[in-house]
């Protein structure tokens, strides 16, 4: 094993056995999140929401790191949905102020571990200082190449389709009946990010919550009990083999039925 995963998988662990069974060759290209139940977590332990979420940013880190060990391309993380502004003034104040923290003091993590960071999402809506902190270290990760790490922000799936669908009626000149998927795609959000292979959701919740409808539409769901700021590393190892155990069709027959009969 290389050392530097060896470090995060010591040997003798239950994360270590965990990743002797992974098969580094069909690893997800990109990984989405839906990082949920850090209330409850704080409920849990008689503790103010804003605790949760301060849990949540811990395992923010641990599992950006854990996937760029281990070879992710892409790591989406939904941050902030364009719903959560119904949620109290002074939670919704501490979460951007939360993110904002984060930024300057995880730059280095970004920095050390070679990773570029991308936001998606409504900027016109983000608060001034955030977005000017998400901007700047945008542009000072934009020449990092080992992962992406895509921070949906003020997004809503169906929002990024209208926004895609304006972009193209004010560019004129498209005949409708030529658009495609791909021209479709061009103008969405996620331009130039391969489309998830796998999405993560905590605290069991069965739902897509408005998270990248377009883009999910083959993606593999992995829906775990625990709490986003108990979800760590093993956890990550758990639904990556989940993972590899699927059999993607895309809308083809399996290829057990596809070669039934063949056999000789
Ligand atoms: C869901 O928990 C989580 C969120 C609304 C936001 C996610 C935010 C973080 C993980 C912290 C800050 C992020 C970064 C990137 C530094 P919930 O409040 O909906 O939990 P509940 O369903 O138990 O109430």
Known sequence: MEKHLEEFFPPGTAENDLFARLDPGRLPRHVAVIMDGNGR????RGLDRVEGHKAGAAAVKEITEA???????????????????????????SLWRLLRLHLGSDLELL??????LRVIGRRDGIPGPALKELERVEALTAGNRRMT?????????????????????AEGGVDPSRLDEETFAARLSTAGIPDP????????????????LWQMAYTEIHVTPVLWPDFGRRHLLEALLDFQGRERRFGDVG????????RT
Request: glycine share 10%; proline share 1%; hydrophobic share 50%.
């Open 149 to 169: 790490v895509v921070f949906a922000l003020n997004y809503g799936g169906r929002a990024d389709i209208v926004d895609a669908a304006r972009r193209l009626l």
């Open 197 to 212: 292979d796998l999405l993560i959701r905590t605290s069991g919740e069965m739902r897509l919550s408005n998270f990248l």
């Open 67 to 93: 996937a760029a060990r281990l070879g992710i391309g892409w790591l989406t993380l939904f941050a902030f949905s364009s719903e959560n502004w119904k949620r109290p003034r002074a939670e919704v104040g």
């Open 41 to 44: 977590w704080a409920k849990g």
């Open 111 to 116: 920095t050390r571990n070679d990773l570029r």
């Open 255 to 262: 290829a057990a039925v596809k070669h039934a009969g063949q």
